[in-house]
């Protein structure tokens, strides 16, 4: 399967990591970019692994790090990447 951002998503992803970098540093930004593309290659594998959240519209959501939550949808051969939700703020 292939896997795509949204432009939400990637804006997400990138504020991320801007905060880990500017609260942590550059060795804790690299750690999240490596847990992000460790978790995507296993979500080609088994993209069924994520809990449905959004039932009429097929989101589904899985816990990547105790802070980060990925949303994303399953489309024909392709997963797309809908955001990265900081779980410490108001839905």
Known sequence: MKISFTKR???SYN???EY???E???KLEEAFEQKTKDFLDL???FPLMGSIEVK???IR???LTRH???FYRIKSDKIIILTFFDVRQDP
């Open 24 to 26: 942590w540093g550059y």
């Open 43 to 45: 979500l080609k594998n």
């Open 9 to 11: 998503g990637e804006k």
């Open 61 to 63: 959501g899985i816990l």
């Open 68 to 70: 980060t939550k990925i």
């Open 56 to 58: 009429d519209k097929q």
């Open 20 to 22: 880990i970098r500017t």
């Open 15 to 17: 504020l991320i990591k």
